[in-house]
Structure formats: C-alpha cells, structure tokens
C-alpha cells in the first residue's frame, strides 16, 4: 500500500492502452504471450503508493460520475471494471456482494467536523484507529517526494527520542480518501501487519503510526535507492544469471518468512521491491502491505487482488494461499532473465486469459543460451497448479541458485502442512510413501535435509513434538498469532508418544504433486511401486481399503476403490498405488456419491 520513495510521479507505460473495436481480442481464441520489451528506462513507471481494496474501487466505480478526476483508478493495483469473457469479472462481483452484505460498526461518538462520509448501508464510518496523535510534536516533515491517487509520501526527520535526528519515509493517508469500511480496514491491517513482521533484513522497517482529525500517518524506513523496476530498466531489461540470483536470492528469503508467519503479500512485483541506496549492492526491501493479508495453513482466500502482469491462475479462480506470491515471483524471475515478460495482451482482460490459458516462451533468445537449470527453475515457479509450483523456501534450495553465496534455506510451512497430512494417513498410504521417498535423487533429497536441520533434531538423530514447536517458536513472529500458526501443531500430537527419524521424515514432507511436474515422475512412481510390491505390497479387499482411507460403505465409493485392486491376486494394482499416494479427498467422494 506504499512506498518509501525519493522520486517524482511518472508516467505508467505497464498500463494497459485503449483499444479501437478492430483491437478488441478474441476471447473465443487461446491467447499467445508474445515476448514483449520492457519500456524504455527514460519512462520508468511510478505507481501510487496507497490504494484500498478493489472492492472499494469497484464499489466506488459503480456510483461515481464521469468526470476526468474520478474515472480512473490507480493503474494496474486493481482489476477495475467487469472483463469480456472468459474473465472472471461476475466472481469479482459476487465476492462484492457478500462483502457489502457484513454489518459495519458505525462510529459511537462522532468527533466534531468529522468526514460524514458512509458505507454501502448508509452507516457512518468509523475512521479513528487508536494510533497516537503526537505526529507534529514527533516528526518535522520535509518535502514530498511521491503522490499517488489516495495519498502521497514525504520525507521527514524525527525531532526527539531514540532517533532524533534520522531521516524517515512517512506515507500520509487523507481519511476523507476513506469511503468505505474496507478501506478503513485496508489501513488498520498494513499498520497491523508491519507492526507484526520485524526482524529480516529484507523487510522495510516500520517505526510507528500516527493520525490526527484529517490523516493517517505511517512512518517507515527511507529506500533511497531506488525500485527493483528502475534498475531493470537501467540494464536494458537484462541480467546475467549471477546477477538475477543475487536478487532473487532476497526476493525468496523475505517472502519464505513471510509465509512461515502466515502472511501473503499479493501484490509482488518490481515496483514494490526499493534498494536502501544508490550503491550496487545495497539490499533490498519488501514494501506495500495495503493488499496483503494473514492466512492460515489450511485457508484459502478468495478476494481478487494484484497487479494484471503478476496475478497468478488461482487468484483469478477465487481459490488461493501463500503459493499466489510465488507465482508473482516466477514472473519477476522471468523479467529478470530475459528483459521481457511472460504473459501479455494490449488489455487486462487479455492479460488474465493469457494468464490462465497461455504458457510461457522459452524458445527464443536468450533462453537457449541460458543454464537448463535456469529455465527449470523459472518453469517450476510459473507452474499453472499451485500444488505443483515450488514454494520460496524450496526454490532457494534449487540446484540452479542454492550454490550462491547468500543463498539460505529457511523453515518452509509446507513441511507442517505436509506432516499433518502424513500424520492422518493410513498405515498402507505411509507405506507408500515410504517406498517413494526412497527414489529421490540427491537434489530431490536436499530441501528436506535442509528443514530435517532447520528442525534440529536430537542427539539421536530423530524429531518429536517439542522439535516443531521449537523451530516455530525460534522463527516467529506476533503476525504468528493472527495466522494461528501455533494451533497448527495439535495435528501432530502423536509426534508427543514416538519419534520420526529423517528416513520417516522424508516420506512425510515429500510432496507428491511436486515429484509429478517433473520428466521424471514415471521413474519415479515405477521405482517406487517395484519397492512397495517387495515390502509394502499385501492382499487388500476393497472393505478394509475403504476402512484404512476412513471412507464409508457407500456403494460408488466402492465401485471407484474397485480399480485400484489387481483381480489376480488382491493386491494394489500401479494405478491404485499412485491414487494411494495422493490419498482419496472428499471432492473425489463427492463426484461419484
């Protein structure tokens, strides 16, 4: 939701130009991502720093006139206006109604000249937030150095305390520019999120809130150096591979703590990436939380949020988690490698079919002078499946960057996420399991070696219930608290009677849907149904296998669990086994009862 900027405004070249009829795309045809230059570096973009919910501007879109001022939203922070098919435009609008249908809290006591403006039901908002309102006393505020549709931000210096003296950004958010509930909360959750995420270096550094009868005030660190963007556009839209990794290497770091901290950030692109300094190797800071959110392991979310270019599939499905930022990241990883970008239509609707139909190219320059592994790694975090996609801790350990100085693999949440499924399985879907994790490679094997360290297990080489809960309390942080990561443990409470040792440990934290976006996935499941037929393998009757899946006597239920049996002799057949491995979900149930 903001910047800590020292640039003018500029011109928005990644905006979408309008289109004659004759340019109008064919939404009956499947789109091409043609490769695409970035602008010219004379036009950098600059996107405004605050923008509300879409909801907001969608709500507001509906009733607001035609004048110039008001018809155009903040570019590319928002889907703004309902899309020609196939575009998801009418699940925009029901998220929009069920929004509008919550009860708003109405402000008890109306300050004197309060902004009379009201929600969608006709309450009057409550716009005050608690913050302190010593701002003036606090801080002496300089020039301004950006502006965007519902704000701007200036530099400023702190008069007294601990930091008399240091130049800070300070976002200034106008409450009138506050319409709507939603955007009251979009504030109150930045300032909440950027007090909960402390203590990585690649974090932009809050230090306090402040408001007073007109405004906001978020007082953050100054990033003197500059966007990710302008840099890119600097180098002509093109990094060598050493130098692409040593700033995906940071992009991946802070968003894997972020996501063990249950924080998704949805809105990652090169503009919200700033440098602390003019310097080459100064580091680099993650802002803009206006649009991201806490999520639990098993939460999916389903507000349509981003920036068209880096939007992930699922986000446009309605059906999302922390796996939509890694999206964001492949397309950044892209840009980076190639100076171009994956997807692209000469309208946001474009945009998104191409984004749900199209692939990316890899076939002309400078693909194939780049490393296999390179582009290995950029496929595997642009997979359309966000079960097959790798997540950011898992892409530092890719063979294609784990090698680089800096590179770190930190705890990865998925590995709680994975365990509690493991930990619910059947004795013969463990089994199976089992018999996988032995066929993985020696790069394969890596990212768990990695998280079974990051675990620290005992003297004896095995992990308990009071390892986990170690490990997450060492890495949190109070955004843990909202995300419930903590009550995620009581799904390994078994864990408290018996240990794992790293062999168990690698069938419960492999995942299956990853092994299979591999070449080698046939390999694999082949060389693992050879192990299981010798070890695991048993005659099974389709009762107790319905029993050992916990599913019911349901007759096409059955039916089902009937092919996954050898008529010969009892036992699971290879297909069986592979369905054994992914486990059988409720949707599955539910299509044949």
Known sequence: MGTCTSKPPKRNPYAPQDQTPNDQPDPTKTPKSPRTPLPNPKHSPFFPFYTPSPAYLFKKSASRDSSAENSTPTPLRIFKKPFAPPSPAKHIRAVLRRRGQGKKKKSAIPEEGEDDSEDAAGVELDKRFGFSKEFTSRLEVGEEVGRGHFGYTCSARFKKGDRKGQQVAVKVIPKTKMTTAIAVEDVRREVKLLRALKGHSNLVQFYDAFEDFDNVYIVMELCEGGELLDRILSRGGKYSEDDAKAVLVQIL?????????????????????????????????????????????????????????????????????????VWSIGV??????????????????????????????????????????????????????????????QALSHPWIRNHNSAKVPLDILIFRLM??????????????????????????????????????????????????????????????????????????????????????????????????????EQHARCAYELFEKDGNRAIVIEELASELGLGPALPVHAVLNDWIRHTDGKLSFHGFVKLLHGISSRTVAKVT
């Open 253 to 325: 770091s802070v968003v894997a703590f972020c996501h063990l901290q249950g924080v998704v950030h949805r809105d990652l692109k090169p503009e919200n990436f700033l440098y602390t300094s003019k310097d080459e190797n100064s580091h680099l800071k993650v802002i803009d939380f206006g649009l991201s959110d806490f999520v639990r392991p098993d939460e999916r979310l389903n507000d349509i949020v981003g920036s068209a270019y880096y939007v992930a599939p699922e986000v446009l499905h309605r059906s999302y988690s922390t796996e939509a930022d």
């Open 332 to 393: 950044i990883a892209y840009i980076l490698l190639c100076g171009s970008r994956p997807f692209w239509a000469r309208s946001e609707s474009g945009i998104f079919r191409a984004v749900l139909k199209a692939d990316p190219g890899f076939d002309e320059a400078p693909w194939p002078s780049l490393s296999p592994e390179a582009k290995d790694f950029v496929k595997r975090l642009l997979n359309k499946d966000p079960r097959k996609r790798m997540t950011a801790a």
């Open 420 to 521: 509690k499924q493991y930990m619910r399985s059947s004795s013969l879907r463990k089994a199976a399991l089992r018999a996988l994790s032995k066929t993985l490679t020696v790069d394969e094997l890596h990212y768990l070696k990695e998280q079974f360290a990051l675990l620290e297990p005992n003297k004896n080489g095995s992990l308990t219930l009071e390892n986990f809960r170690g490990a997450l309390t060492k890495n949190a942080t109070d955004a843990m608290k909202d995300s419930r990561i903590p009550d995620f443990l009581s799904s390994l409470n078994a864990l408290q009677y018996r240990r794992m040792d790293f062999e168990e440990f690698c069938a419960a934290g492999l995942s299956v849907h990853q092994l299979e976006a591999l070449d080698r996935w």
